[in-house]
Nanobody, 120 residues
Framework: QVQLVESGGGLVQAGGSLRLSCAASGSIFSINDMGWYRQAPGKQRELVAAITSSASTNYADSRKGRFTISRDNAKNTVYLQMNNLKPEDTAVYYC??????????????WGQGTQVTVSS
């Protein structure tokens, strides 16, 4: 069994910064792509950024330049550094990952989400 646990959300003023973390644990053989999504009230979940096992990154256009995704493969952890936050960044942020288990099964899992609230 594998799981993702996010941390680092909270309340911040506009223009501030937050760093989200998402750690994978369990029967992990390796991790392929990891990513961050977000879902604002009344809206669909959308991609924020993704990163491959070789650290190639992909960002939603509106987040380029303000958000940075990174990962530490030794810690099975993905990070999202968010700078110059805006009220419209308010959402629940979810991480996901494609994990190959020690049983060589491929699982696509989601974390439980962490709330980010940006006040104006």
């Amino acid at each position: 069994q594998v799981q993702l646990v996010e941390s680092g959300g909270g309340l911040v003023q506009a223009g501030g910064s937050l760093r989200l973390s998402c750690a994978a644990s369990g029967s992990i053989f390796s991790i392929n792509d990891m990513g961050w999504y977000r879902q604002a009230p009344g809206k669909q979940r959308e991609l924020v950024a993704a990163i491959t096992s070789s650290a190639s990154t992909n960002y939603a256009d509106s987040r380029k330049g303000r958000f940075t995704i990174s990962r530490d493969n030794a810690k099975n952890t993905v990070y999202l550094q968010m700078n110059n936050l805006k009220p419209e960044d308010t959402a629940v942020y979810y991480c996901n990952a494609d994990i190959i288990t020690t049983a060589r099964a491929i699982v696509h899992i989601w974390g439980q989400g962490t709330q980010v609230t940006v006040s104006s």
